[in-house]
Each structure stands twice: as C-alpha cells, then as structure tokens.
C-alpha cells in the first residue's frame, strides 16, 4: 500500500519502537495518529513530527479498556475518518519465571499487547470491511516465536499476538485488507530502562545478532506496508537463525533453553 496521504494509526507511539513507526510513517507522507496513555509524551513525538513537516493527531487513552477504544475510535472516525493502516504496537510486560511472576501481572501481560490488539482491531474492521481497504500491522518480536527461561508470561502474550494475527489473516483472505506481523531481535528502546532485570535473561545467542533502533524498525515497516509483506523479519541475521530453526527446531530449543 502507498503511504503518502493516508491516515496511520499507531498505538504505543509515545516513544520507542511506536514513536520510531510513527515517524517513519509520516516522513512517508502518512498522516499520523498517535495513541498512548501519557498525553504529554505523545504531544512531544506530534511536535517533533509537525517540526519535520508531518502532520500528526495524537489521543490518549487506555488501550486495555475496551469502552475507552471504542470511545476513542469514534472520535477518530468522526474528526478524522477511517484509518488506511492500524499499526498495533502498544505492548509491556516484565521478563519473569512463573513463580515470580503474580496472576494479576500475568493478566496484566496479557491486556498488552493482546488485548490492546484486539480492541483497537475490533473498533476499525468493520468499517475497513465496507471499504473493503486497509492494512493491519501487529508489532511482536522473536518471543512470538522461540521460548528462553524466565520470561514466561511475556512470551505467552507474545505468541497470542502471533496466533491472533495468523488467523484474523485468514479471517480476511478474501477482502481488500493486508495484515502484517512483526518480529525482530531486541530493539534499543526505554523498555529495557522500565524493566530492569529483563536485559541480564535474554539469551546468549542474542549476542550474535545487532541491536536495532526504532528508526531501524519504523524504516523496515514502512517497507513491509508498501510491498504488503505478511512477515516482516529483521535483521537479516535473525532470518538465518529463523531457517535454523525451521531445519533443527530441537537442537535450536534446546541452545536457547541452555543459553536463556
């Protein structure tokens, strides 16, 4: 899909891998919504994209309150209008075993990204669907994929991500709408400040892939939408680990339970 003149929607665009997809997209002529709960910080990303000559719209809300997105998707609607893409990026969650993790931490994992996702999905498809147009994009990482100890309830929520987008995909396989999957290796961004403890249980063959930026990963989604990529897989080293894992999954599982 073209992104010049279209309206983007992207959820957790208040900083990190959201702000690095927001600027992205409005530096590729998208016209930018931003959603987060902190308004301040979204006001502060639509300033540095109207500053480059952009144009962003930002709304703070709740994404894990389902009446908050539907609230705020009607507001969108009727200010706005219908978003051409929905970027899902808004995600937390705290790298854990079980034992140390509480079920009310695990719910809260579990409402983002998931649930967030499916809110803000649920508010916009049906009218994508009249239009019969549109894109979906669903932010994960390589936990939608492979499983290391300690950090269990972040990767479950990470692999609901990755199941709800292959089958909305399949939902959609005879419309107008694309849907797209993200996963990358870790991403420099202020989460690994708000979770401390988290970097120290990646594993060690994480070592042997680059670490990305947000520009990194906003540069590789706006390529994804424009070419209506199903997966979109970055950086290229983790798509030879990816065919490793498709060739020897046991030897694979077993090398990231050893080295988590």
């Known amino acids: 899909m073209k992104i010049s003149g ?26 930018v919504i931003l959603l987060a709960r902190t308004q301040a910080n ?24 389902a009446d908050a997105v539907v609230a705020v998707a009607k507001q969108i609607k009727e200010t706005l209008g219908l978003p051409d893409i929905v970027i899902n990026n808004a995600g937390a969650g705290k790298w ?7 079920p009310e931490e695990a719910v809260e994992m579990m409402a983002l990204p998931y649930f967030a996702m499916f809110n803000v999905t649920h508010a916009f498809l ?4 009249k239009r019969n147009s549109g894109h979906i994009v669903n932010i994960s990482s390589v936990a939608s994929r492979f ?17 709800f987008t292959q089958a909305l995909r399949a939902d959609l396989d005879s419309t107008g709408i ?20 988290s970097a ?3 594993p060690k063959m994480a070592i042997l892939i680059p670490k990305l930026t947000s520009g990194q990963v906003g540069a590789a989604v706006v390529r994804g939408v424009e070419r209506n990529k199903k997966l ?29």
Do not use: C
């Not at 854990?96 to 509480?102: I, K």
């Not at 049906?126 to 669907?129: I, V």
């Open 178 to 197: 694309n849907v797209t999957l993200y996963e990358s290796a870790t991403v420099k961004s202020p989460y690994w400040e708000h979770n401390p403890g």
């Open 96 to 102: 854990r075993f079980v034992d140390e993790t509480t």
């Open 126 to 129: 049906a009218d994508m669907l």
């Open 6 to 31: 279209k309206l983007v929607l992207v959820t957790g665009a208040s900083s990190g891998i959201g702000e690095g997809i927001a600027k992205a997209m409005a530096k590729a002529g998208g016209h």
């Open 232 to 260: 979109i897989v970055i950086p290229f080293m983790l798509k030879i680990v990816y065919i490793q894992h498709a060739l020897f999954p046991g030897i694979f599982q077993w090398l990231m339970t050893k080295s988590g």
């Open 42 to 65: 979204l006001d502060q990303v639509a300033a540095d994209i109207k500053a480059n000559g952009g144009e962003a719209h930002t709304f703070a809300v709740d994404l894990k309150s």
């Open 200 to 202: 120290e249980r990646e």
């Open 147 to 163: 499983v290391w100890p300690g950090a269990t309830a972040y990767t479950a929520a990470r692999w609901a991500v990755r199941g």
